[in-house]
Antibody, heavy 122, light 107 residues
């Protein structure tokens, strides 16, 4: 069974740091692009970042560039999001998602984890 | 960035109704569009890719169409399990962007 399980969320003060993890099982992580997507309370979905299967390419939304870093460890079947200089507006449920691997669909998000909540507040 | 605009933002419908949701892109995205369904407190579920290709396991009452800048998601006969919020997403250009969502409510 394919599973993505996020962890590492919690309450952090403005300016603080947090590292999210996403444990993958039931498939070979090294074959897939992976993304982080977030959803502020009561709001819509916002794509945050993604990473190529071998880690050689990474893309970010402008609002997190220079503050967040996406990474992966395929040997550990894990995806990460290092979040620094956190702001109140980063408060959201953060989902990891697996891209659909077939031609014509590689930018779509075919499978999602259940999410982990990050709250930035003093 | 490419802006994705969904309409309506809320839709009230009854079981058995035909429902259509529109998604417009601020510039052409060819057919690089996906649709998702999300229920309260749950992760989004993938429905459609490349504007009109149905993901495996998704009921055939869901269909997508369009290309360029205008797209639609249609539910041919609304079922109780379909009351949810629906999002479109473009993957033509970075950053990947989502529409604001359409909530389908019980009439």
């Amino acid at each position: 069974e394919v599973q993505l399980v996020e962890s590492g969320g919690g309450l952090v003060q403005p300016g603080g740091s947090l590292r999210l993890s996403c444990a993958a099982s039931g498939f070979t992580l090294s074959s897939y692009w992976m993304s982080w997507v977030r959803q502020a309370p009561g709001k819509g979905l916002e794509w945050v970042a993604n990473i190529k299967p071998d880690g050689s390419e990474k893309y970010y939304v402008d609002s997190v560039k220079g503050r967040f870093t996406i990474s992966r460890d395929n040997a550990k079947n894990s995806l990460y999001l290092q979040m620094n200089s956190l702001r109140a507006e980063d408060t959201a449920v953060h989902y990891c998602a697996r891209h659909k691997p077939i031609a014509g669909a590689t930018g779509s998000l075919g499978f999602w984890g259940q999410g982990t909540l990050v709250t930035v507040s003093s | 960035d490419i802006q994705m605009t969904q309409s309506p933002s809320t839709l009230s419908a009854s079981v058995g109704d035909r429902v259509t949701i529109t998604c417009r892109a601020s510039q052409t995205i060819s057919s690089w569009l996906a649709w998702y369904q999300q229920k309260p407190g749950k992760a989004p579920k993938f429905l459609i890719y490349k504007a009109s290709s149905l993901e495996s396991g998704v009921p055939s009452r869901f269909s997508g169409s369009g290309s360029g800048t205008e797209f639609t998601l249609t539910i041919s006969s609304l079922q109780p399990d379909d009351f949810a919020t629906y999002y479109c997403q473009q993957y033509n250009t970075y950053p990947l962007t989502f529409g604001g969502g359409t909530k389908v409510e019980i009439k």
